[in-house]
């Protein structure tokens, strides 16, 4: 294999069609813009190589990054290959599979269905299509989507006494995907959709759903009020919060800080995540490494995570933050708006520098990289974190669960 000379930063999207293609769910892959001459070094937002791409071929070359929620779940999201031969193995080569797609919130008459749906299969396999995209207002999401996909598993077991598997499957839209092909890599000979099986009469009841209850609040209320009733019945107006994550580069902040923005966005808070590197791809895109810059690039943070604050949402920052006067004008500009709350993910260096996921420490001992926190730079230890986690002792579970207990203390 050449040296790899392009990188790519893979989208939502992008990442979705990678992990089921890696897993070989389809054959289907490419980015935007289509791959260049050579090799591309495919990322995640956080620059982390995933893959590299050569000749129309992708290649795995580290896990991809976990977040929370029940659609991460090892057990649920699994490699297409392996539920293939999982399968397989459990019910022989010739015996009848069904795949059932489960891609909206499954209702009554659904369940009911299920029992004929299921007749005279060997094995059912129920797969939920799974999103990095952000939901739309209304959708379910992948974590209330995986939630229904077992209670339809659950169903079908009760209903029979075949082998039935739930299983998560990354999906990207707009990439032309089919599940006629997908369920086939997975095992199955025959697929249905299961909403396509809901009763017209459930449809028409369905369609009226979302107006009813606005329409029930204007007809009792005057409209300035109306509207002040239904945000305040939705919870849109509560205190923002600005969560800020500072450690050194490894130390776990991203990690910590998605699998924390997952499950609050999941139980309804609107959640922002300002990642480090996402945010230097963007927002500081162009910016060094000098004191001034990451200065500069603090300060953006804070600045776009008090906005967040200010309109009643969670912030979650995750930036090095090396320096006390950045993280400084942070509080300053969160505590106007709403809450701050000071993380220090104090990970000791030698394990930092063991993780070496992006290979940075490598360089900036070789002398490649100037101005490395931590080796050429320095991390000014806060005396003012509301919480100090080390990951190399606390789990990622644990370290959400420490920063929750922290948040749900007014
Ligand atoms: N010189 C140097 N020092 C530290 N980090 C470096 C450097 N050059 C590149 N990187 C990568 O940039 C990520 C840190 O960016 P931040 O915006 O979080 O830094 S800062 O808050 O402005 O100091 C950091 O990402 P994380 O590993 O997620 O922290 C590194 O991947
Ligand atoms: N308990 C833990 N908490 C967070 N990350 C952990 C933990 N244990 C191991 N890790 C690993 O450490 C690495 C931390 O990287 P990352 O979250 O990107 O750090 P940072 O954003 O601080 O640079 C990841 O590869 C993650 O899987």
Redesign the pocket.
Known sequence: MNIPDTTHVLSPDELDLLELHLGGGTDTFGISGGAPEGSVTLTDA?NTPLAVLEGGRATAVKPF?RAAGPHWDPALRRPADTVAHEIRREVGPEADVLAVVVDEPATHDELTALETLVADHAAVIVLVPASRRAPTPGDLGAPGLTRVGAVVRDAVAERTSVPVLCVVVPWAHDAGLRWDDVAVRHGADHVVRLADHRRATTSERLARLGSLWSDEVAALYPPPVARDVVDATRGARRQGTVVFFT??????????AQALAAELDDEGRHTTLLD?DAVRQHLSKGLGFDKASRELNVERIGYVASLVAYHGGVAVA?PIAPFASGRARVRELAEAAGRFVLVH?STPLEVCEA?D?KGLYAKARAGEIPDFTGISSPYEVPTDADLVID?SV???ED?VARVRVELDRE
Do not use: I, Q, Y
């Open positions: 956080e990054a450690g050194l580069s490894g130390s776990g902040k991203s990690t910590v480090g995750a993910v993780r996921r990951t606390t789990s990622v370290a």
